[in-house]
């Protein structure tokens, strides 16, 4: 298999102010297309070649012999989900639903994104901050360079990158301007919801094969 670089799905200028579209030429076209083709090269003429991406992953996550393999399909992953939790009209609150539930696990919304701001603006060099969700709620995790939740066991909501390539040509140094204007201006509440969605449905087939279990 050969992997291609995802399409946006908005255009490279649709960010802004936000975020730049010089900084969206680099960002996509330069470093996400970057992990796509080291990705391809890399995995050439391997087994891993007829893997899809998530299984790439899950199988060289915490391999050291494969880090270099991981670290390029684990961004290609990253980067996908990041330009799909922004929307040019993002920002706001979400749905009813989600909305509950970030009330129920962060004590209020303000919290949430006191806590978003907080993680963010607090880890050390390059990485991700995340909303995920496992079966004790939702959180926000961070992870270093090409990390990424579902190696945890957790399904991803909504991501952030806060490598410095995601903000420097904008913010400089200011990191938290960056992460103030992407939950103010750019998350997309409805794919946040769909994945909530998932991780719901997850949750119960794993229920159900439990109770089977039981029942025998
Ligand atoms: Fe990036």
């Known amino acids: 298999m050969t992997f291609n670089l995802s399409p946006l ?10 975020i730049s579209m010089r900084t969206m030429e680099f960002h996509y076209g330069k470093h996400h297309a970057g992990y796509v083709d080291k ?3 890399l995995v050439q003429g391997t087994p891993l070649a007829r893997q899809t991406l998530d299984e790439i ?3 060289t996550a915490r391999d050291r012999q494969a880090a270099a393999i991981f670290n390029n399909a684990a961004q290609v992953w990253n980067h996908d989900f990041f ?13 009813d639903a989600l909305g509950r539930r970030i009330a129920d696990d962060f004590g209020s919304f303000d919290e949430f994104a006191k806590q978003f701001v907080t ?35 957790r399904q991803a909501l ?13 913010y400089q140094n200011n990191r938290e301007g960056f992460v103030r204007a992407y939950l103010d201006k750019l998350v997309n509440w409805e794919f946040a919801t769909e994945q909530l ?11 159900g094969q439990r109770s089977d279990r039981r029942a025998r």
């Open 197 to 207: 969605a998932r991780m719901d449905q997850g949750r119960v087939a794993a229920i």
């Open 158 to 170: 909504l991501a952030c990158d806060v490598w410095e390539h995601a903000y420097y040509l904008d």
């Open 39 to 41: 990705l391809n090269k």
């Open 57 to 59: 992953i899950l199988r």
């Open 119 to 153: 993680q963010a603006t607090g880890l050390f060099g390059s990485g991700w901050v995340w909303l995920a969700g496992d079966a004790d709620g939702l959180r926000i995790v961070t992870t270093a360079d090409a990390e990424l939740p579902m190696t945890s066991h």
């Open 83 to 95: 330009w799909r939790s922004m929307t040019p009209d993002g920002g706001g609150r979400p749905d």
């Open 9 to 18: 799905p908005y255009a490279l200028s649709a960010l802004e102010p936000a």
